[in-house]
């Protein structure tokens, strides 16, 4: 039988990093809950084996249940009728899998029902579940929407909605409307209060919500009457089993099309308020796109694993000129890339992942005491590492997945533009990965200023201090001496020219300038501590890090703020 966990090594050596030690005592408080649950881990150990376990299961599911459906999803696609969504069959199918396997509110406490993971094997299991069908990762990978309701949630609505989610209840987050997409501080769905009924009730539109109909909401409105900014609005919980929101329609997508996109309209639905008034878009909802932002990146990393396993198929069995078009220089290159790309984004994503375990960690232990100043200061370190990287991981990760789906189908030639091959399908699912939750460009915009107060470069230096170069890597060194030495003179020339249009304008290629360097350096890292598995990518990524990084700072050096004027558009 087939499973993603087992015929990808990447994912287990990523699963066995030396961090995860520390992430998984602090996880478990030092293992204190193992006489109180069957299924608590004991120690170290056995909560690595359950992980494993856990994945394993999640692998073999994704084989042999979600990615055979997968096809057959893409093709029937939801439907809606008097105001309710019916999924497409096999969706229907791997749902019930995934709940009877338990892999449902994995990162949920296990006094609500949950596994007690970390979020770096819970992420792992999306990463597989993305390379099987990344339309049902859109409803699967929801169920993170229960952290935000743990974090900020009464115990009361934990218990009520937390241990459903683990039963298997579906969620959705409705953020977006007809006139606020990105810029949700313009969301005008009205939250209004009966005092006398102590109740709140939600009414207005809601568009582009996925998986719209889900048994959860957790839903963005305006609470505060007059208000126009961020600072009106709060955060609500609605249940689908009180009624008052209907699907007007499903959109017709490109693709993840197993994965209902929708129009709601809320008439008088009653909800819970989540936490504070007022702190809806300010707190709540940063909290919520970091997660989203988190899974997407591992969205992306799923999709160019299937991108690339696809092409590599295709390459050894498609024969041109008497031998397997694997053999040509071309196509080896392509597929080499591809690889590298890869590998690298992986590194960066579990490298994020193990940064957002540590925070969430330190944070959730604050709440049952005082953190001691060392576990502050560890707190607030690795709450910068992940807010810094989650961009770069979410932008990086997904558009090089839509460059490694484009190559999928150019390896497969005419036939990777028909629909009888998965490799049309992944490409047409990979491109709404740098879209939804948050554009490259909001990724950019979001990880810049990390570039002009220097955080980057004192990150880059610290990551590249703890590489022991082996005496055949001196070259990838100097390589990456080089593009470190570009990206600073290109940072500081650009700072001192004191001119915020040219850093806007400038400021995606700085963003990856820092992603290649940083890729470029934990890929080595995983390559010293892996050569079997990792030493070629190294090499490779390197190399095609290099040029992007002497390409990016080559644009810099060459059009003058001057010419700005010539770029915009009247």
């Known amino acids: 039988m087939a499973n993603f966990f087992l015929d990808t090594p990447e994912l287990k050596y990523h699963l066995n990093h030396p961090m995860m030690e520390k992430i998984v005592a602090l996880k478990e408080r030092n293992y204190a809950e193992r006489d109180k649950y069957d299924y608590a881990v004991q120690n170290f150990e056995d909560a690595m084996d359950s992980y494993h376990q856990v994945l394993e299961i999640a692998g073999e599911i994704c084989a042999d249940v979600i990615a055979q459906n997968a096809a057959s999803v893409d093709t029937e696609k939801p439907s809606v009728a008097n105001g309710r969504v019916t999924y497409a069959s096999g969706t229907t199918e791997n749902i019930k899998a995934c709940t009877q396997a338990g892999l449902m509110g994995m990162a949920m406490p296990r006094r609500y029902g949950g596994l007690n993971f970390p979020i770096t094997p819970y992420i792992m299991a999306a990463d597989m579940v993305s390379r099987a069908d990344a339309g049902f990762e859109n409803l699967w990978g929801l169920q993170d929407c229960a952290e935000t309701i743990y974090e900020f949630g009464t115990e009361e609505q934990k218990q009520k909605f937390i241990t459903r ?70 955060m609500f919980i609605y249940d689908k089993l009180d009624g008052g929101v209907d699907v007007r329609r499903i959109e017709n997508k490109m693709g993840i099309k197993g994965s209902p996109t929708c129009e709601l309209v809320f008439k008088d639905a009653k909800c819970e308020l989540c936490g504070r008034t007022r702190l809806g878009l300010i707190k709540y909802v940063m909290s919520l796109m970091n997660g989203a932002r988190l899974g997407i990146a591992a969205q992306s990393v799923g999709l160019s694993q299937a991108a690339y396993n696809e092409a590599l198929a295709y390459a050894k069995d498609r024969k041109q000129f008497s031998k397997p078009i694997l053999e040509m220089m071309p196509v080896a290159r392509m597929l080499s890339t591809m690889k590298a790309k890869l590998d690298a984004n992986r590194s960066l994503l579990y490298a994020t992942c193990r940064c957002v375990d540590m925070y969430k960690i330190y944070d959730d232990i604050s709440k049952e005491r005082k953190l001691t100043p060392e576990e502050r200061k560890e707190q607030k370190y690795y709450a910068k590492m992940a807010d810094s990287l989650t961009p770069i991981a979410k932008g990086m990760s997904s558009e090089m997945a839509n460059q490694n789906a484009y190559d999928c189908i150019q390896i497969h030639g005419g036939s990777g533009f028909m629909k009888d091959y998965a490799c ?61 030495e570009d990206y600073n003179l290109v940072v500081k020339d650009i700072i001192a020219s004191k001119n915020q249009e040219y850093l806007d304008f400038f400021a995606r290629e700085l963003v990856e300038m820092v992603g290649y360097i940083i890729m470029a350096i934990l890929v080595t890292k995983d390559a010293n501590r892996n050569p079997t598995l990792f030493s070629k990518s190294a090499i490779v990524f390197i190399q095609y890090a290099d040029r992007a990084c002497h390409n990016n700072a080559a644009n810099i050096e060459k059009i003058e703020a001057k010419w700005l004027d010539s770029y915009k558009i009247k």
């Open 165 to 234: 989610v683990c039963n298997g209840a579906t969620m959705s987050m409705d953020l977006t409307e007809p006139d606020a997409g990105s810029d949700l501080q313009s969301v005008m769905l009205k939250a209004s209060y009966n005092k006398e009924e102590d109740q709140w009730y939600l009414n207005g539109v809601k568009r582009f919500i996925t998986n719209g109909d889900s048994d959860i909401h957790l839903v963005l409105a305006r609470s505060e009457e007059g208000s126009k900014d961020g600072r009106g609005l709060s």
């Open 424 to 484: 049309e399908r992944i490409y047409r699912d990979a491109r709404i990965t740098s879209i939804y939750e948050g554009t490259t460009q909001l990724q950019v915009v979001a990880a810049i200023r990390y570039v002009t107060n220097g955080f980057y470069k004192e990150l880059i230096d610290n990551l590249f201090k703890e590489v022991e170069f082996r005496k055949e890597q001196e070259d990838l060194k100097q390589t990456i001496e080089v593009m470190i």
